[in-house]
């Protein structure tokens, strides 16, 4: 499945701006936007391959307003692989609208790209890359408001977890700037200013059965309780 795309634009609920889906295929995807979305659950991108690899490339603003509407969200189950290029600013308004969402059942996830990502409803995360082999997240300026809504999360079972952030800033409580897990692997973290706000907000979080190597060339401040 291969879609090209420049501005697209819904309304109504359930309505995903492009939306994608392979059984036993590839995905790869183009997006120079912009795309927006109004209404619940209808996501900017939305993919899901069952055993293929996705491949997203996006240089438009992705913007979102309701509820369950995350900007771009890949799901490969099976094996695949999971790449995703984003050099725009992406933004949610509502809860449960992460910005980048990215699983990979039994594969690596890849986020590349140095685009901005806000979000401001709670349980929204900025950017959240599972995946069973390798987890990278190269990222721009990452910012979240709500409750319960991490910065960037990267999780890696069988493989490493690596985060490249420009800077993080978080509002909300539970709100943790960086989270990066490596349960059989080694974790490393390159980033910016970490701000975290609310209560119980680690600014930087790292767990690995191998090797963490964490390098912030700007300040890590939390001020919540």
């Known amino acids: 499945t291969t879609i090209t795309s420049g501005s697209v634009s819904t309304a109504g609920d359930y309505s995903d701006g492009i939306n994608a889906f392979s059984y036993v295929g590839d995905i790869s995807i183009t997006s120079t936007g912009p795309v ?3 209404g619940y659950a209808s996501d900017g991108i939305d993919t899901f391959a069952y055993y293929g690899d996705i491949t997203i490339a996006n240089s438009g603003a992705v913007t979102t307003v309701g509820d369950s509407a995350t900007a771009i969200e890949a799901q490969a189950y099976g094996y695949g692989d ?3 290029t984003n050099t725009a600013a992406l933004g949610t308004q509502g809860a449960n609208s992460l910005g ?3 699983f990979a059942e039994y594969g690596d ?3 590349l790209g140095r685009g901005d990502v806000s979000t401001t409803g709670a349980n929204a995360m900025g950017v959240s890359a599972v995946a069973y082999q390798n987890a990278s997240v190269t990222t ?8 319960n809504s991490t910065g960037i999360r990267t999780t890696a079972s069988n493989g490493d977890a690596s985060v490249d952030a420009t800077s993080v800033s978080t509002g909300g409580a539970s709100a ?3 989270n990066a897990t490596a349960s059989n692997g080694a974790v490393t973290i390159t980033t910016g200013a970490v701000t975290t706000a609310g209560a119980n907000s680690v600014g930087i979080n790292a767990s690995a059965g191998g090797n963490i190597g964490i390098t912030s060339t700007g300040t890590v401040t939390t001020s919540g309780a």
Do not use: H, L, Y
């Not at 721009?140 to 409750?147: F, K, L, S």
């Open 36 to 38: 927006s979305t109004a």
């Open 82 to 84: 999971i790449t995703i």
């Open 100 to 102: 980048i969402d990215a």
């Open 109 to 111: 996830v890849t986020i």
């Open 140 to 147: 721009g300026i990452v910012t979240t408001q709500g409750a």
């Open 176 to 178: 943790g700037g960086i």
